[in-house]
């Protein structure tokens, strides 16, 4: 069964002050792992794909890297906007298309 | 392009009663994924449709259901209502579910009294 385990839970941030969230899976196969924000009453908003160990991406101030068991997503110099709870998820190439989803860290960034 | 849209946006129904949500698609994705939302289980899979055709299943009762429709718009039906299944329910598309990413609509926030 595919797991996901996020961490922190929650974080708070000054404005300004870096910091990385942890996301670990254990799947049987990795087709995917994707990183998305969500703000509260909304829809996740799609941030980041992943496919294979080594690959990193950026958008802004994030950047999500993928090792075989972990993802990370680097916050720099984060603002207060960027406060919202950030999902984790993997998609099993053995599973179909459902995505497993980690249940969040939840970010605040105090101005 | 115009994004993912869920109607209503909020419902308050009383036990034992059922409920029909709805969600359109991106234009031009055919696969249509539900989820729901919940603080103490978070996001978990209940369904995804492709073409009419319903292809992956979570871990949900029968009373949960859905279908499809040739233009990939798509439903999905809660027959007798429990407190249990107040929850925010999210649909998301993408182009075919394979390798592709999935975009959420906004959610319909579900209340059961």
């Known amino acids: 069964e595919d797991q996901v385990t996020q961490s922190p839970e929650a974080l708070r941030l000054q404005e300004g002050e870096s910091s990385s969230l942890n996301c670990s899976y254990t799947v049987s196969g990795l087709r995917g792992l994707f990183w998305y924000r969500q703000d509260p009453g909304k829809g996740p908003e799609f941030l980041f794909t992943?496919?294979?160990a080594g690959e990193e991406k950026e958008k802004e101030r994030l950047k999500a890297t993928l090792t075989k068991k972990e993802s990370f997503l680097h916050i720099t110099a984060p603002k207060p906007e960027d406060s919202a709870t950030y999902l984790c998820?993997?998609?099993?190439?053995?599973?179909?298309?459902?995505?497993?989803f980690g249940s969040g860290t939840q970010l605040t960034v105090l101005p | 392009k115009a994004g993912v849209t869920q109607t209503p946006r909020y419902l308050i129904k009383t036990r034992g009663q059922q409920v029909t949500l709805s969600c359109s698609p991106i234009?031009?994705?055919?696969?249509v994924s539900w989820y729901q939302q919940t603080p103490g289980q978070g996001l978990q899979f209940l369904f995804e449709y492709f073409s009419e055709t319903q292809r992956n299943k979570g871990n949900f009762p029968g009373r949960f259901s859905g279908r499809q429709f040739s233009n990939s718009r798509s439903e999905m039906n809660v027959s007798t209502l429990e407190l249990g299944d107040s929850a925010l329910y999210l649909c998301?598309?993408?182009?075919?579910?394979?390798?592709?990413?999935?975009?959420f609509g906004p959610g319909t926030r579900l209340t059961v009294l």
């Open positions: 998301a598309s993408s182009l075919d579910g394979q390798y592709n990413e999935q975009f």
């Open positions: 234009s031009g994705h055919r696969s």
């Open positions: 998820a993997v998609q099993d190439s053995g599973s179909a298309r459902q995505l497993t």
């Open positions: 992943l496919y294979s």
